[in-house]
């Protein structure tokens, strides 16, 4: 997977999947420009990265100031955008009679408006290129309801099905542009995506909501963010050349029972 001299944007790299990407493309050579809402940890991924030159701009990337900052910071630095990991996001357990329509504005807002802007402001300069590889990071959330604790996580699986779609209709939009969109779709992966969900919840709680997806997984166990990093490389690489408009489903066997 050769990412030698690619341009690539990483949305929520100051942690877990996005952190473990950012780490990923820049080994295999990448110049990156990396965003999170949170500046601190941020900066912390952004001194674990390999070589030099890599770009870090701290925003809330629901917001279309941050998602055009950061097309415009790749243009004027790097002078193109070859690569667009639309990664943030956040996790949400509620049941619908308890989601107020704030709640919902916020949580479509991080999780999929980021995504519709962020694609939105690099398309151009791939379009002037022809040529140009995005990823959606969508979930086994995207094709089956699911509980947790009791409750549901509609709202999120809602947003992670849109991720899916948007990659879909965006494929097909520009294929014959040479430019490509796919989702990946993981299945439980360790990351903070549980505590930044709650972070009142207790180590033993935690413990056992990742227990429970582990013995849910026919591998037995949960990814680590290493390996859905794996997937979002190959499919920013020209390894994946002729995959379009579809997701790498990357869940231990879940979706398959
Ligand atoms: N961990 C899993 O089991 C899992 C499974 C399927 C899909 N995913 C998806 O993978 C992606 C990464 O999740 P993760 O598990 O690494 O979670 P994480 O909580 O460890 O990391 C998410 C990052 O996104 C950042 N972020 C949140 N809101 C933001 C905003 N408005 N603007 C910019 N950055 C923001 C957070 O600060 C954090 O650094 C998410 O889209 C998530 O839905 C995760």
């Not at 991924?45 to 890599?54: D, Q, R, V, Y």
């Not at 995207?142 to 999120?156: A, D, H, I, N």
């Not at 990814?223 to 690489?237: D, G, N, Q, R, W």
């Amino acid at each position: 997977m050769d990412l030698k001299g690619r341009v690539i944007i990483v949305t929520g790299a100051a942690s877990g999947i996005g952190e473990a990407t950012a780490m990923r493309l820049a080994s295999e050579g990448a110049h990156l420009v990396i965003n999170d809402i949170n500046g601190q940890d941020l900066r912390m991924t952004g001194e674990m990265l390999k070589g030099s030159g890599h770009l870090q701009l701290e925003g809330d990337v629901s917001q279309e100031s941050t998602a055009k900052a950061l097309a415009q910071a790749a243009e004027e630095t790097f002078g193109r955008i070859d690569g667009l990991v639309n990664n943030a996001g956040i996790h949400y357990i509620h049941d619908i009679n308890e989601i107020t329509s704030d709640d919902f504005d916020r949580v479509v807002g991080i999780n999929l408006r980021s995504m519709f802007l962020c694609a939105k402001h690099v398309i151009p300069a791939m379009l002037r290129q022809r040529q140009g590889s995005i990823v959606n990071l969508a979930s086994i959330s995207s094709y089956v309801g699911q509980e947790m604790e009791g409750k549901s996580t509609v709202l999120y699986n809602i947003t992670k099905a849109g991720a899916l779609q948007m990659a879909r209709s965006l494929a097909t939009r520009y294929a014959a542009d040479g430019i490509r969109v796919n989702a990946v779709s993981p299945g439980a992966t360790h990351t903070n995506q549980i505590i930044h969900e709650n972070p009142n919840r207790g180590a033993e709680l935690e413990a056992q909501i990742w227990m429970g997806a582990a013995s849910a997984t026919p591998l037995g166990r949960v990814a680590v963010p290493s390996e859905i990093a794996a997937c979002i490389a190959f499919l920013l690489s020209d390894e994946a050349s002729f995959v379009t408009g579809t997701a790498l489903i990357a869940d231990g066997g879940y979706l398959a029972r």
